[in-house]
C-alpha cells in the first residue's frame, strides 16, 4: 500500500511541477523569437544584424530571465499551474488504509466457536475415549458404540450414566453379572466380557477425572452422535429434550451444581417423563 502510494506521489509530482530545464528552453526560444523579429523589422545595415546576432546570446544569458518572469505564463505553464493538485481528503482517507487493512484481517479470522450444551460438552470429552472406543466409536481395546450399538446396550441412558460412572470392575466388585438391557438383542452384556477389558471408572466418587456434567455431555455424544440415534425420532426425542438437548434443566443444574446423579430421581419427579435413578454405586439396570 505505502509502496503505491510514493508511486503516485511522484507521478503527480512530475505532472504538476515542470522541470527546470524545459521552462528556461520555452524562455529561450521566445527570446530568440523577439530577436529574429527586431532582425527583420530592424535597420538595413550589413553588419548590425551581426552585431545583433552577436550580442543577443550575452544579452539573453544576463538580462532576459527577469523580463521573462514578469510576462503572463505562457498558456500549458498556467495550465499546470492551475491543474487541481490532489484533494486533501483524498489524502485522509489514503491513511487511513492501513487502519482498514488491520480492520479487514481481524474480519477475517474465523469466529471460535460458542461450546455449550451437553453435546458441545461431550465431543469434547469423548477425546479420552477415542482411543479405546475408536474415534468413529467403531471398538477396539474398548466396545463398539456405533451404529446403534450403544443404544442397544442401553435403551435408558440412565443406566449408561451410572456404568460410564462406576465403571465394570464397580460391577464386578459388587457382583453384578449383567449391565445394560439383560435382554439386549445379541445376549446381554457382562462386565469384563470383552476381551477381559475393563471400562475405567471415570466418576470422582472411584478417582475419576470427570465432572457429572461431563459424563452426561459424553454419553450423550456417544448416543447421538457416534451411537448415531435419531434425537428426533418417535423414540428417542423425549429422552434427548430431556437430557441431551441444550436447553436440557438436568444437564444445567448438573454443571450448576443444582443436582447431583445420586438426587436426579427425585430432583426431577415433577417431569412428565420421570427420569430413573442414576446414582453412583454400581447396581442392575433399570431397564424392563
Ligand atoms: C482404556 C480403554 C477405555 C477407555 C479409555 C474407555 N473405555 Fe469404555 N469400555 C472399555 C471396555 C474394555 C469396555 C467393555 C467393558 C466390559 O466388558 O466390562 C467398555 C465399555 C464401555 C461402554 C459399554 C458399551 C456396551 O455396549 O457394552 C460404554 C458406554 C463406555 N465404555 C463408554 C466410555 C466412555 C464414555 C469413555 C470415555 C469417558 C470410555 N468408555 C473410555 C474400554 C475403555
Known sequence: MILIFC??????????????????????RKTGDGASSSESGGTSGENVPA?????????????????????????????????KKIPFWAMATL?????????????????????????AVGSQVYGGCAGCHGAAGQGGAGRILHQGEVMKTFPHIEDMLNF?????QAYVAAGIKQYGDPKRAGG??????????????????????????????????ERYVVGGADPKSEQWAEEYETW??????????LETGGTKFDSIAKDFSMMKEKPNEVGTKARASTAN
Not at 552585431?51 to 538580462?63: E, I, Y
Not at 477389558?197 to 466418587?205: L, S, V
Open 244 to 253: 441431551c438437548s441444550p436447553e436440557s434443566e438436568i444437564f444445567k443444574a
Open 164 to 168: 460410564v460412572y462406576t465403571g465394570s
Open 95 to 119: 491513511s487511513l488504509l492501513p487502519l482498514w487493512g488491520f480492520l479487514y484481517a481481524i474480519a477475517l479470522k474465523p469466529a471460535e466457536k460458542v461450546v455449550e450444551g451437553p453435546l
Open 51 to 83: 552585431v545583433q546576432k552577436a550580442a543577443a546570446p550575452a544579452k539573453t544569458a544576463k538580462n532576459t530571465p527577469s523580463v521573462v518572469l514578469a510576462k503572463p505564463d505562457s498558456p500549458r505553464v498556467a495550465a499546470a499551474k492551475s491543474r
Open 7 to 28: 508511486v503516485n506521489c511522484s507521478i503527480v509530482s512530475c505532472v504538476t511541477e515542470i522541470p527546470e530545464h524545459l521552462l528556461k528552453r520555452s524562455r529561450d
Open 188 to 221: 446381554a452384556h457382562a462386565p469384563l466380557s470383552y476381551n477381559g477389558n475393563a471400562m475405567p471408572q471415570q466418576g470422582e466418587t472411584y478417582g475419576g477425572g470427570l465432572s457429572e456434567a461431563e459424563i452426561l455431555g459424553v454419553v450423550c455424544h
